[in-house]
């Protein structure tokens, strides 16, 4: 016993010798070490200087060097899930009912990137405008307001949701509505701005609020002179510092269809998949399966001419148009609403041939590019295909279950907005793709 007790201890200490040998000495993006492996000089410090031994030990400084920040990782930004990127089958898995042929099914990669796990809100929109009121020309304001007509409906009595659907308290969480393309652009480039401009006053050490008490007016006063100091320098950070997220922006087409699929969801062993997904859950069924919620809706859907959310009580999906973010179950990368409630804005712009020219590398379609407008007969209206043409998917609460299907698509001019279309922002994964 003790004999094989002595030859366990044996096995172990050489496997723990031969791992260690084994580790990785090579500098990475996190790690880059205190030396270029290029030229052998010493890399700078934050503040400019780097520091080596002398022959004595003493620290011998080097103002000149080659500044290399700290980085840990790429900060996420406020309300985003990473989305580790792959291949899968990009196109349309539902029988093709309106024989659009525009988007046959194809295998892409997409990096991984970041997504909003929800909608974005009227809350949030509201305080978009409540800054850009501020800090902006009135011109500006006004370009940025939602079309509330939008609900108006000569046929309906909607005229209620066109004065509070955005602005009353009771609809602060529900998806923002009336936004148009552009508008959705204009947002995420001042969310950009905002948010780094935070990160900012984080890393030059400003984002707390000296205190007044009398042991503290010494630091205060430091504070105050280290603050003049910074008034002379640029706000945002350099994109090397690690501070500066990249720009919020819409998703691709690609982006968001492999985000809403989540077929992360179906894998079992290295890379196979159980089945492929019609909606971004499980089966062909909207109701819950099994559980405490069976037959609840998965989604927030017109169910049928008519029925918009099925009779008072339970088993029906709470929702007679638009309901709050968080109301229905994520999917398997945590992202809400991946089908109904709103359709969403993706950056493409439209082209029926989209599934024919295409890169299987993030894919793309920009306007102006490739299939052209001008080969459109759209003078004398036997086309409306143009370059303000822009993708939206996902289905609303106003439209029936084909809709919900991820590989489904529909466009709209990139200057129109309707109650049934709203968006959410992505941001690209610096590094690695895990």
């Not at 031969?18 to 030396?35: D, F, I, T, W």
């Not at 196979?272 to 109701?287: A, E, K, T």
């Not at 922002?425 to 690695?432: D, P």
Request: charged letters at 25%.
């Amino acid at each position: 016993m003790v004999k094989l007790s002595m030859k366990a201890a044996t096995c172990v200490l050489a496997a723990v010798v031969l791992l260690g040998a084994c580790k990785s000495k090579h500098p990475s993006s996190l790690n880059p070490g205190k030396k270029s492996t290029a030229t052998n000089a010493n890399f700078a410090t934050k503040g400019g200087k780097g520091s080596k031994k002398g022959k004595k030990g003493a620290d011998v400084q080097e103002s000149d060097g080659f500044v290399v920040m700290p980085y840990k990782s790429q900060v996420v930004g406020p309300n985003l899930v990473f989305i580790e990127g792959g291949r899968f089958t990009m196109g349309a898995l539902e029988e093709d009912v309106m024989n659009t042929r525009d988007n046959r099914e194809r295998t892409v990669s997409v990096q991984s990137f970041y997504m909003d796990e929800t909608e974005i809100a009227n809350l949030h929109y509201l305080e978009y405008l409540h800054y850009i009121q501020r800090d902006s020309s009135a011109e500006v304001h006004a370009r940025a307001l939602p079309d509330t007509t939008v609900w108006y409906d000569p046929l309906s009595f909607n005229d209620s949701y066109v004065t509070y659907y955005f602005r009353h308290p009771g609809f602060r969480m529900f998806p923002v509505v009336g936004v148009s393309w552009v508008q959705a652009n204009d947002y995420s480039t001042w969310r950009t701005s905002f948010v780094n401009s935070n990160l900012a006053k984080q890393a030059n050490g400003k984002g707390k609020k000296p205190s007044t008490s009398r042991k503290s007016k010494k630091k205060g006063q430091a504070l105050a002179e280290s603050e003049a100091m910074m008034a002379s320098t640029p706000a945002r950070p350099a994109v090397e510092s690690g501070y500066v997220l990249p720009n919020y922006r819409l998703p691709t087409e690609a982006e968001w269809e492999y985000a809403a699929k989540a077929m992360i969801g179906t894998q079992y062993a290295d890379e196979n998949q159980s089945n492929q997904r019609i909606y971004p859950w499980d089966g062909s069924s909207l109701r819950t399966p099994r559980g405490k919620h069976k037959g609840e809706m998965l989604a927030n859907f017109k169910r049928a001419r008519g029925d918009y959310a099925g009779i008072a009580g339970k088993s029906n999906d709470g929702a007679i148009i638009t309901e709050e973010i968080y109301k229905y179950p994520p999917n398997d990368f945590g992202l809400y609403n991946m089908a109904g409630n709103v359709n969403e804005w993706v950056y493409d712009v439209y082209r029926p041939l989209s599934y024919m020219d295409f890169k299987d590398l993030n894919p793309l379609r920009r306007d102006g590019f490739l299939d052209e407008s001008k080969r459109y007969d759209s003078k004398n209206s036997n086309s409306v295909v143009n370059d303000k043409l822009r993708v939206y998917k996902g289905g609303s609460w106003n439209d029936v279950a084909y809709w919900l299907s991820p590989g489904t698509r529909r466009f709209l001019d990139q200057d129109s907005a309707t109650a049934m279309i709203g968006f959410r922002c992505a941001m690209i994964s610096t590094g690695r793709n895990k």
